[in-house]
């Protein structure tokens, strides 16, 4: 997988190194955002993507190549770097959540859609009932939720933990600490930690029921409630997909991507998405004491947002076979 104008000259970390200081200097970038963002919201935001974003490709790049690096440095500060990229998601993910819920009540309610098989009979009329304080629910719910996150993260970025990692990764902006392996010919060793990653991922898609996938909806109320129990190996493969589309930038720093490679990346980030809003509405329902009209939007919701995952499910099964990766047998 490396370029192949490197020579016999070239060793695995005079590879990987550029791709590492890079995504290094994109942290310190995203440190020096949150540093001036001081009582800007906007700026805060761009500072949080930045971090995140250069967290997760520091912290896969560390992951796939391990056996060329220092070990034990790689370990750590991937631990690390993957706490920090955990939290500073948190408080999106909360704000993308509950803007997917209302807006998908507010489709259901006005008639903007079929409705789903929910539990319960009621029609049309109910669902117009219970939206309103449904919404006014997973409102309260997920603000919480959110501003406990953004605590988190202040905390987080403020923590000599945090520092730690800004004085780690402010280290890799300049030296990338190496294993004996990485001192051998990029040509010799570089290949095999990508096609590990690569063998990996398509081993997790090999095991997915693509073909199931392959219907854009599956109505059935059984059987979108036999889905929410599959979720996991569509997760782990999201993020399999990642390390190999991180492993494919680190080697083909000047290269083009692949453009079918991000739109199954997308979709199986819009199955998570919506898994997670249908765990949100399913949570929300069992609040004790609420009316049956708001119960029955609530799983409407649910239900609309299982179909939801269905739909990214078809998505990446149809991106995937477009993809100039392997196709799986």
Do not use: K
Not at 7 to 22: F, I, K, M, R
Not at 147 to 167: C, M, N, P, Y
């Amino acid at each position: 997988m490396h370029n192949p104008d490197h020579s016999q000259d070239v060793t695995a970390g005079e590879v990987l190194a550029p791709y590492l200081h890079a995504r290094a200097a994109d942290f310190l970038r995203g440190l020096r955002l949150h540093t001036e963002s001081v009582s800007d919201t906007a700026g805060a935001e761009e500072a949080a993507r930045t971090l995140r974003g250069a967290a997760r490709r520091i912290g896969g790049t560390l992951h796939t190549f391990r056996p060329l690096l220092d070990t034990a440095w790689a370990d750590q500060l991937r631990t690390e770097l993957a706490w920090l990229s955990g939290t500073l998601a948190l408080e999106q993910a909360c704000t993308s959540r509950l803007v997917r819920l209302v807006d998908a009540l507010s489709r259901l309610s006005s008639g903007g859609g079929p409705v789903p098989t929910a539990r319960g009979t009621e029609g049309g009329t109910g669902l117009t009932v219970g939206a309103a304080r449904a919404g006014a629910l997973l409102e309260r719910q997920l603000t919480l939720a959110r501003t406990r996150a953004h605590s988190a993260s202040l905390q987080a970025l403020g923590s000599a933990r945090f520092h730690a990692i800004a004085d780690a990764v402010a280290l890799l902006a300049s030296e990338v600490p190496l294993g004996p392996a990485g001192s051998a010919p990029a040509v010799e060793v570089i290949d095999a930690p990508a096609e590990l990653a690569e063998r990996r991922l398509l081993d997790a898609v090999a095991a997915l029921p693509l073909s199931r996938a392959a219907h854009p909806y599956n109505a059935d109320a059984l059987a979108l409630a036999a889905g929410e129990g599959q979720d996991a190996p569509w997760h782990q493969t999201r993020l399999l997909l990642r390390l190999h589309r991180y492993a494919t930038e680190a080697l083909h720093t000047g290269g083009e991507p692949d453009s079918h490679l991000y739109e199954a990346a997308r979709a199986l980030d819009r199955h998570r998405d919506a898994a997670e809003a249908a765990t949100a509405a399913a949570t929300a329902a069992r609040t004790p004491r609420i009316a049956p009209a708001t119960a029955y939007a609530l799983g409407v919701l649910h239900a609309d947002q299982r179909h939801e995952v269905e739909a990214a499910r078809f998505a990446f099964q149809h991106a995937w076979h477009r993809t100039t990766a392997p196709v799986v047998s």
